[in-house]
């Protein structure tokens, strides 16, 4: 489980694996440094072609990390290509980028929690925005079932997530 307790303004992941933990999905990718910092400059999705550029420069600092037993950084490298996907099908199906009619997380109750997540925009399809999505859930798959990354994964896990 994504440990977000611990102080991220002070914390060099790169010095520290032993305090990452991977979290589900996206977990974190705001928030690990230094990685944060050396991914998120790329990362870009409005068009195709700024789409393929930005997954092919992720990609490439993944294989990096990879090379260097860096595992932390392969995980967030990957969690800025699921990203990429992720945010591209937002837009693709919601042109505002917004979902829901009303933010499920501002809500005070579970309750009203749950009945926000039922609320949900229509759809409103953007080819342009599908096609980035499709170009970054290709390299993001490419990245997840990379043989060594899933070594690496399985190690950290054994390691420091008991």
């Given amino acids: 489980m994504f440990d977000y307790s611990l102080d991220f303004h002070s914390i060099d ?24 910092s050396e991914i998120l400059q790329y990362w ?9 550029e930005s997954s092919e420069k992720i ?9 260097e037993d860096d595992f932390v950084g392969a995980d967030m490298a990957r969690k800025f ?17 917004r979902k829901y009619k009303t933010n499920p997380q501002k809500e ?8 926000a997540r039922k609320d949900i925009l229509p759809n409103e399809v953007d080819p342009v925005k599908a096609q ?15 043989e060594k990354y899933l070594h690496l994964l399985a190690k950290h896990k054994q390691m420091y997530e008991r």
């Fill in 81 to 97: 290509l699921q990203m990429g996907y992720t945010r591209s099908r937002r837009y693709a199906n919601h042109k505002s980028g």
């Fill in 44 to 52: 870009r999705f409005k068009t195709p072609e700024i789409a393929r």
């Fill in 13 to 36: 992941f790169r010095q520290h694996p032993e305090l990452y933990r991977v979290g589900k999905g996206e977990q974190g990718v705001l928030l690990v440094e230094p990685y944060k």
């Fill in 108 to 115: 005070s109750s579970q309750e009203a929690q749950i009945q």
């Fill in 132 to 146: 980035s999505a499709a170009i970054f859930k290709q390299k993001w798959i490419q990245a997840k079932t990379h």
């Fill in 59 to 67: 990609y490439q600092i993944f294989l990096t990390y990879l090379e």
